[in-house]
């Protein structure tokens, strides 16, 4: 049976250092999109879509989101990591106090993920750059949007606490086996 793993947190949280992690061990992970629609705008000359049209940013997001997780379904692979979930759209739509339709929490509800690992913020590792626009207390607020959005969809969230890339990826790694 395969299982789907999804990690999340605000930004600058070490998602993507984790994820990197795991694929220099062998595990199949599906990256963040959002960098690349960010990209994709500035090069259209948009700096920030996500202020500039969230929802046409979020629409993206979830479409890329979605067929992550469709190529996922379709692979052979026993494990497959995610950085960043369905859910994260709508959650940052609620952080930015931004109306969406109801196809995102049905498109949440729809795709599962099997476990949902928590990022905590940690303010020793953040980092701002061009992509990132948000503050450590934006961070903040996008991880308490984070946590309420999947807590009611129904998940049960696992927070990774502290440590080296190693610590964290073993702490992840760990909790899975024990679960078999």
Not at 91 to 109: H, L, Q, W
Not at 114 to 143: H, T
């Amino acid at each position: 049976m395969q299982q789907k793993i999804v990690i999340i947190g605000g930004p600058g949280t070490g998602k993507s250092t984790v994820l990197n992690e795991l694929i220099s061990r062998g595990y199949h992970c599906k990256p963040e999109i959002s960098r690349e629609v960010t990209l994709m705008a500035q090069k259209k000359g948009i700096e920030q879509l996500f202020l500039t049209d969230p929802l046409l940013f979020s629409n993206l997001l979830l479409e890329g989101r979605e067929k992550q997780y469709i190529e996922a379904q379709d692979s052979k692979e026993s494990t497959i990591f995610f950085d960043r979930g369905i859910p994260d759209v709508h959650a940052y739509m609620n952080y930015s106090k931004t109306e969406y339709p109801d196809y995102f929490i049905e498109k949440s509800n729809q795709y599962k993920y099997d476990k949902v690992f928590m990022m905590p913020p940690w303010k020793e590792i953040y980092v701002s750059d061009n992509e990132r626009y948000e503050s450590f207390e934006i961070a903040l607020e996008i991880n308490e949007h984070l946590i309420k959005t999947y807590q009611e969809i129904g998940y049960d969230i696992i927070t990774v606490p502290f440590g080296t890339v190693e610590e964290r990826t073993n702490f992840i790694l760990d909790s899975l086996k024990s679960d078999t």
